[in-house]
């Protein structure tokens, strides 16, 4: 998840809101466990049974081609190209997510599981059901409470000064007039991919890297869901049991700021705090870290 830019202006007047297609922050749904609660993952994977597997030719070290060629690409073209999501809101992120969670809660508990953006998602679904939910996870989400109330609050914060070296992608287009940030994951800028590397995946090799790069970033994101006020409601999330775990060699989402967001959160509810768990993980490195990260998860099954 890249820093979100300011918000553009207001858009002159109305226009038709369409719903998002699958992003950093939608909901995949694992089959549930016949031992224990299905997971619903806030994140670009979900989990079964408490346990990610990878297929052939899946996951870190497919048998694909090199993701070091990049394919043909027409920037220009795409940089004007319409999006979905120019019109997004928070509320139409977290509508799959809730449908999902009904559906899903028929089989039994459900425990809701985000990773960085998908924090803010999180939370929009506990406030509306959260007697649908049977545990939240953050896998260092953004926990946006008091005075942090929006994912861009949490990522700009003091605590985060490391953010503050965080390389941006080659962007496209213009997100005050298309109302989205695009990003151009498929670069082959050296320099760019090198410096990304160490902010966010340190621990991975270059394939790795590309890989990770082609299979969770996206090129579209709103350019004003990162400032919706996304805090937990007391009365709703915070009735629910929480799980932080916390990645100590993230970049993007520093253990100072894992620290500050979670102390807000626990003297809002401090009948229901956090349980924490540490991973040495960097922000997207913790998909190199499955088995402790599944070990973790396979506990509240």
Partial sequence: MPPPRRPPPPSPGPRPR???PPSSSSTATAAPSSSGPPFSANSPCAVTAAWPLNCPATGSRPTSPSPTK???QNLDTYATAPSLLAQATLKDYATP???TVRRVRAHGPVILVAHSLGGAVLHHVANAVPHLLHHLIYIDA???TGNLPTAFACIDAPENRDVKRYPIPPGLGDPQH???????WRTADRAFLDAYRAAVMAEATDHELLTALNYFQQPDESATVSFEDAR???ATWGTIPRTYVRLDQDHLCTPPLQTRMITQADQLTPHNPFHIHHINASHLGITLKYPQLADILSTYT
Wanted: hydrophobic share 25%; with cysteine.
């Fill in 70 to 72: 990049p394919p043909p």
């Fill in 97 to 99: 997510v809730i449908d």
């Fill in 18 to 20: 369409a719903r998002p």
């Fill in 142 to 144: 953004v926990c946006c």
């Fill in 232 to 234: 937990g409601n007391p």
């Fill in 178 to 184: 298309s109302h989205i940030t695009r990003y151009n």
